[in-house]
C-alpha cells in the first residue's frame, strides 16, 4: 500500500465521502472519481459553515432534517429511515470540514501501528507521524482552498469561544458530568436556537 501511494495511487478502503473508488483495468492501483450527489452534500456543508455560519450540531439538524443518510448509510445502500440520518454526529461533520482530500490531495500514512505497552510483542497502538512523513496523492478537488482556510479559521475561532463559555457557563465541565446510559462524558452546548443543554459525547445528535 505504501508502495503504490509513493506511485500515486490512492487507497481503496475508506474513501471520503463525495468520492468513489475506481479499479484501474488491466493494471495496478486505481484512482479517485467524484460521485456528484455525495459531492454535493460536502459543498453544502462547507457552504453552512462558512457562508452561513451554522454550529456544527445546526449542520446535523439540517441534514437530519432534510434526509441526508450517512456516509455509513451510503455505503452500504441503506435506507435512511433504517440507519438513518440520525446517526450524524458532530464528529462526522469535523472530520469533513478538516479533511484536506477535499482541495485535491490525500494524504497517505499519517500513522503508523506500534508495539504496545501492555504487549511489547503485538502492534496494538497507533503513531501518529510528522507531516513531512506523509504521502501525498492527488485527487479531484470539491471544495477550493479559500474555503477549506476559512473553515479551519472558523473551527479555531468556535474552539475559543466553547473554551470560555466552558469556564463561565456550565457547572459540570471537565467530564465530571456522566451519562446514565453508557457512562462516557457528557458536555454543554448551544443548540441552534441559542438554549444551552448537556448531551452525551457518544450519542448521535438528534
Known sequence: LQRRAKEGYPPAGSVPL????????????????????EASVVQDIFRWYV??????????????????????????QQT??????????????????????????????????????SNPDRNTRWHHLPRDAWIAIPVPSIIDPETFQAAQAQIARNAQQSQRNRK?????????????????????QYTWRGEQRYRCCHQPYQ
Request: proline content about 5%; glycine content about 16%.
Open 18 to 37: 463525495g468520492y468513489r473508488y475506481i479499479k484501474n483495468t488491466g493494471k495496478k492501483g486505481g484512482y479517485y472519481e467524484i460521485e456528484p450527489d
Open 168 to 188: 463561565h457557563e456550565y457547572l459540570f465541565v471537565g467530564g465530571r458530568l456522566r451519562c446514565g446510559q453508557c457512562r462516557r462524558a457528557m458536555s454543554g
Open 80 to 117: 435512511p429511515h433504517k440507519y438513518g440520518s440520525a446517526g450524524w454526529h458532530a464528529e462526522s461533520v469535523r472530520k469533513i470540514l478538516t479533511n484536506e482530500t477535499y482541495i485535491g490531495t490525500l494524504y497517505y500514512g499519517k500513522r503508523k501501528r506500534v508495539p504496545g505497552k
Open 51 to 76: 457562508q452561513e455560519g451554522l454550529t456544527m450540531h445546526a449542520i446535523i439538524l439540517r441534514l437530519i432534517g432534510a434526509g441526508v443518510p450517512t456516509p455509513w448509510a451510503r455505503r452500504r
